[in-house]
T-cell receptor, first 112, second 116 residues
């Protein structure tokens, strides 16, 4: 059984560039979460979806961040334009019924 | 006010000893759930154990058990016979219902180092 798949695993980009992170949740899971983790702020919930519908995006830092879930098997997190302070590990997680969350391996983003 | 509190930022424990990682929580939702996750240095987040608020017995998964004291609002993780591979960050999290959906709230984590 494949777990949550994230791509890319590592991304290095320059300030001002657009960054798109991708996530494929576990089949059958109806919740999908996007997190950001840094040493300074720990694990932060950015946004989560239930049945492809965004439920709570209060954690999205600013308008430069957007997330979509066009279908049950795919989600994207986009940062445009990117800034050095966006450097972090971004995790996607999926969950059956809102119970335990299964995390992807994360995308390590570095913005120069 | 903090909803999930992990009071131990770091711990050193001798290999083969038992470990207790503290977690206290605060919620008004009667139907909540408590989780523990492990994050080794490689970075992945690994689900360890779950306890529902209505579960009568403490959850156990192999060497992991959850010491659930509802009246005290604590959900400590106990690792028996610790191993070097248990060295990692450990996060406590709580699921509570908000409106018609769930929210997962995370603690700040405890860094556990097992000494040989």
């Amino acid at each position: 059984d494949a777990g949550v798949i994230q791509s890319p695993r590592h991304e290095v980009t320059e300030m001002g560039q657009e960054v798109t992170l991708r996530c494929k949740p576990i089949s059958g899971h109806d919740y999908l979460f996007w997190y950001r983790q840094t040493m300074m702020r720990g694990l932060e919930l950015l946004i989560y979806f239930n049945n492809n519908v965004p439920i709570d995006d209060s954690g999205m830092p600013e308008d430069r961040f957007s997330a979509k879930m066009p279908n049950a098997s795919f989600s994207t997190l986009k940062i445009q334009p990117s800034e050095p302070r966006d450097s972090a590990v971004y995790f996607c997680a999926s969950s059956p019924g809102g119970r335990e969350q299964f995390f992807g391996p994360g995308t390590r983003l570095t913005v120069l | 006010a903090q909803k999930i509190t992990q009071t131990q930022p770091g711990m050193f424990v001798q290999e083969k000893e038992a470990v207790t990682l503290d977690c206290t929580y605060d919620t008004s939702d009667p139907s909540y759930g408590l989780f523990w996750y492990k994050q080794p240095s490689s970075g992945e987040m690994i689900f360890l154990i779950y306890q529902g608020s209505y579960d009568q017995q403490n959850a156990t998964e192999g060497r992991y058990s959850l010491n659930f004291q509802k009246a005290r609002k604590s959900a400590n993780l106990v690792i028996s016979a610790s191993q070097l591979g248990d060295s990692a960050m450990y996060f406590c999290a709580m699921r509570e219902r908000r409106d018609s959906n769930y929210q997962l709230i995370w603690g700040a984590g405890t860094k556990l180092i097992i000494k040989p």
